[in-house]
């Protein structure tokens, strides 16, 4: 079963409109999360990330998570299309040596002119 | 900008054959991870290092070796190639909790 599970799979907005994804994550254990986005034909790039409870807000991005119900979303607000790409979510348990992302199965954006 | 860098970046090899996927970083990070892409799975680990000399079991090892040699360079080998194993490969490598960076991708086709 996959441990980080992300909806909904795809998603298209108009360029200005508000994107969302979710990531929910079923092993207690993990404290650190991160958004990785992958244009087409490129290696996956971390977007932010997020350790605690609550907001966190970089330009155009929020992220939010909640570790009581293991849920961690991030919003998109004025979508352009250079913001068409693969989202993943990305999970971890711990720090220290070899650290382990478990990413979820990611969600296609599409943002349309 | 933190460079991770694949080679080959296409490879096409035949079933039962030996394939080794290459991967160099020049970020000084002890961590150096091997992932596979495909549709319906996202990324998953095959193996990690900590540092030279280290390879770990990831979650998805069978049918996979790693050998990391120095701090800069992380190889993938697959001693006899099977088409279930045709798929984009990754290379990444990262410090501790922090972001993890990724190479460009190698695509891998088994007939």
């Known amino acids: 079963q996959q441990k980080v599970q992300q909806s909904p799979e795809s998603l298209s907005v108009p360029e200005g409109g508000m994107a969302s994804f979710n990531c929910t994550s079923s092993?207690?254990?993990?404290?650190y999360f991160w958004w990785y986005r992958q244009h087409s034909g490129e290696g996956p790039k971390a977007l932010m990330?997020?350790?605690?409870?609550g907001d966190k807000k970089e330009g155009r991005f929020t992220a939010h998570l909640n570790k009581a119900s293991l849920h961690v979303s991030l919003h998109i607000r004025d979508s352009q299309p250079s913001d068409s790409a693969l989202y993943f979510c990305?999970?971890?348990?711990?720090?220290?040596?070899?650290?382990?992302?478990?990413f979820g199965t990611g969600t296609l954006l599409s943002v349309k002119p | 900008e933190a460079a991770v860098t694949q080679s080959p970046r296409n490879k096409v090899a035949v079933t039962g054959g030996k394939v080794t996927l290459s991967c160099n970083q020049t970020?000084?990070?002890?961590?150096m991870y091997w992932y596979r892409q495909d549709t319906g799975h996202g990324l998953r680990l095959i193996h990690y290092?900590?540092?030279?000399?280290?390879?770990e079991k990831g979650d998805i090892p069978d049918g996979y070796k790693a050998s990391r040699p120095s701090q800069e360079n992380f190889s993938l080998i697959l001693e006899l190639a099977t088409p279930s194993q045709t798929s984009v490969y990754f290379c990444?490598?990262?410090?501790?909790?922090?972001?993890?960076?990724f190479g460009p991708g190698t695509r891998l086709t088994v007939l």
């Open positions: 990444a490598s990262g410090v501790d909790i922090y972001e993890q960076y």
């Open positions: 092993d207690r254990n993990f404290q």
């Open positions: 990330s997020i350790f605690s409870d």
């Open positions: 290092s900590y540092g030279a000399g280290s390879t």
């Open positions: 970020n000084n990070h002890n961590n």
């Open positions: 990305a999970a971890s348990e711990q720090g220290g040596s070899g650290n382990k992302l478990i």
